[in-house]
């Protein structure tokens, strides 16, 4: 049996999704009961966890053997997905299938130090593990960004002319399922990106062409950036993280390109155009699609 954490997020539903098709056992855990109840309704079973209260973990990880971890995007994050993982011991889970971020083991800016010591604990729980260690995802472009691409045909970063190794959320998950159901891979990291790596400046081009109207984007300093993500209401440290990220980003160390997708999944990782031609597709990008993707 696997359990999937934060089953409703872009991640974690994808992966579920995907084990849909396959003959494994899983539970989603949920944070709201909501979400739990819609997933049971569509034949997928469901619990409900809160990372404050380790009894509830314990409880949705019991007869589990496999857990993909995947914890609340919260201040508190690292200390959270800790009690999963002594939750997980607990329980007499055997392997830990972590998702982490790319750089995680340099520690070298704000998500990676939030990553990390989660992954040390994980190393030395005595359990199994595999960490997944993916680049920025390309359904950002959507999910943060789509709001302005709909309404004003302009996105904005602090990321100048950094290159950026976007990776799709879909061959994520795929090396994720593949990881749960499958041997060979205790012990190991995968650092996941795209086939390329793209200035923002390029993404724009690419949704331009995709989207058959003009997508521009216009680059912030940090500070107009932050007072930006400020007056939309998002609190000034998880803004701060944000910030490092886009100083990551400029530095060049999210541009390189790794085969791991290929090596598990044994195809190659889809590109951004391909990514956008499809989403275009479906109506994502459309100003009236704005109340369903917000």
């Not at 789509?146 to 045909?153: D, F, N, Q, Y």
């Not at 793209?198 to 680059?219: C, F, M, Q, V």
């Not at 609190?235 to 701060?240: G, S, V």
Request: glycine letters at 6%; a negative charge; aromatic letters at 8%.
């Amino acid at each position: 049996m696997i359990c999937v954490t934060g089953a409703s997020g872009t991640l974690s539903s994808e992966v579920i999704r995907q084990l849909e098709s396959t003959k494994a056992r899983f539970r989603g855990a949920y944070f709201s009961s909501e979400k739990a109840q819609a997933a049971r309704e569509r034949g997928i079973e469901a619990v409900i966890i809160d990372y404050n209260r380790p009894e509830t973990l314990l409880a949705a990880f019991q007869g589990c053997d496999k857990l993909f971890l995947l914890g609340p995007s919260a201040l508190n994050q690292s200390e959270l997905e800790r009690n999963a993982v002594e939750a997980a011991k607990a329980a007499s889970v055997q392997h830990i299938v972590k998702q982490s971020v790319m750089g995680a083991v340099e520690e070298s800016y704000s998500l990676a130090k939030v990553h990390r010591p989660v992954e040390k604990a994980i190393e030395s729980s005595g359990l199994a593990w595999t960490f997944l260690r993916p680049n920025s995802f390309m359904q950002n472009a959507v999910t943060f960004m789509g709001a302005t691409i709909r309404a004003e045909a302009v996105f904005y970063s602090a990321s100048g002319q950094a290159k950026i190794s976007h990776v799709d959320v879909r061959d994520l998950a795929a090396v994720a399922v593949k990881v749960l159901t499958g041997p060979d891979h205790d012990g190991k990291a995968y650092t996941l990106s795209g086939p390329e790596a793209l200035t923002y400046d390029e993404l724009a081009h690419e949704l331009s062409k995709a989207l058959g109207r003009p997508i521009s984007h216009i680059n912030l300093s940090p500070s107009d950036l932050k007072s930006g993500m400020l007056a939309e209401g998002m609190p000034e440290a998880i803004a701060d993280q944000m910030l490092d990220l886009e100083r990551y980003f400029r530095e060049g160390r999210a541009s390189f390109i790794t085969n791991d997708i290929k090596q598990v999944t044994g195809r190659e990782p889809t590109g951004f155009p391909e990514y956008v031609r499809e989403t275009a597709a479906t109506g994502v990008w459309d100003v009236e699609a704005e109340e369903v993707t917000t």
